[in-house]
């Protein structure tokens, strides 16, 4: 069966008040951005649910394999579209089922009557689409609960839709519903995580990565920008803020007790972040901090690092286990990229004996012998952006090969 429809339908939407049709629109830009190089896609959104079409079968199979991507949408079903006659719909049933296999498959009709006009009830629906298509294959056994085939029939103003396949969404909210945050990106398995979980709350993302040449690679900065552009990929577009951090790294080396380099690295990191989330109007900061996994995310290191910000920092990693966050990485697809072995700032310069217990009198009486401030402004005025996803060139012999 050759589909040229998709129903998707909303997740936690439904739930909105007087300001769902705001969530709506919200989804709607999202999944026509994440389809605007398929041609024939068009997305149409109603109150309760939305629907794609498309005309080209493979730009068709291409929106189902995005779609579970675009947080907001809790399932969706590809389905064929028929006129609201209960003959037509019989027929397009059949038509269906034709197409599949049904020797020693059980079966249900599940019907849904958006449109109250339609003269039958919705028991009478499945009763008459049943009794028809029961004779038609009598290999099938009726099984109410977890059968193997479920055909969807949605009966709606403009027609019926009629399916067989639900596909699980990405829940959520809408990205960009929620508000503009910061994400701090740096190469490894768990800001990349971080930066989903905030942005399946419908919260915009920049990020911001920290790149010191020569000790770190263009290998590294390039695996940072990939993982930027998968994030990109879940709705919404994406500017990368890459800073250049040699010279601040360089004197923290040469002025601070080698027990608290870490913990300075992280304050400065935290204070230009939050110059640039200033300068971009975000609203707050997120880290893909665990709580005691490294000495930099004790609670004495994250309360000596948020005291340079009264920013609200969001750690939405904060009480996972390693393993937990490695299981979510693989699912979204960073992990491939995270784990491939080029050191980021963060790791260049580690102690052998980092601090896990600073004070932050301390660490603070040490960091006035050096004055980072002009450091720090010229970094943030020396930043490169770059606009995620990348546009890519069309190749104007495509056409020809």
Known sequence: MTYKEILIRYGELS????????FIRKLRDNIRRVMKDLETVKVK????????????????????????????????????????????????????????????????????????????????????????LLPLYPELTVKMKNPDIKLLVDIREDGAYLSTETIRGAGGLPSGSNGHALLMLSGGIDSPVAGYMIMKRGVKLDVIHFHSPPFTSEQSKQKVVELAERLSQFGTRIRMH????????QAIQETMPAALTMTTTRRL????????????????????????????????????????????????????????????????????????????????????????????????????????????????????ILELPLKTEKDPFADLL
């Open 15 to 22: 739930l909105k008040g007087k300001n769902r049709n705001f």
């Open 269 to 384: 990191m935290m204070k230009i972040t939050d110059l640039v989330r200033e300068e971009i109007g975000a609203k707050a900061i997120v880290t893909g901090e665990s709580l005691g996994q490294v000495a930099s995310q004790t609670l004495d290191s994250l309360s000596a690092i948020n005291e340079v910000t009264a920013t609200p920092v969001l750690r939405p990693l904060i009480a996972y286990d390693k393993l937990d966050i490695i299981e979510i990485a693989e699912r979204i697809g960073t992990y491939e990229t995270s784990i491939r072995p080029f050191e980021d700032c963060c790791t260049i310069f580690t102690p052998s004996h980092p601090a896990t217990k600073p004070k932050t009198a301390k660490v603070i009486y040490y960091e006035g012998n050096t004055d980072f401030d002009p450091m720090i402004e010229k970094a943030v005025a020396e930043r490169e």
């Open 242 to 249: 890459t800073i250049p951090f040699t010279e601040i790294q």
């Open 45 to 132: 959104s109603e109150h309760d649910r939305m629907f794609l079409f498309a005309e080209d079968p493979a730009e068709m199979e291409e929106a189902i394999r995005r779609l579970p991507d675009v947080f907001g949408i809790q399932s969706f079903s590809p389905a064929v579209r028929c006129d609201a006659e209960i003959e037509t719909i019989k027929e397009t049933a059949a038509a269906i089922l034709g197409k599949m296999e049904t020797e020693g498959k059980s079966f249900k009709v599940e019907a849904r009557r958006a449109d109250k006009t339609f003269p039958l009830r919705t028991n009478d629906i499945q009763q008459e689409l049943g009794g028809h």
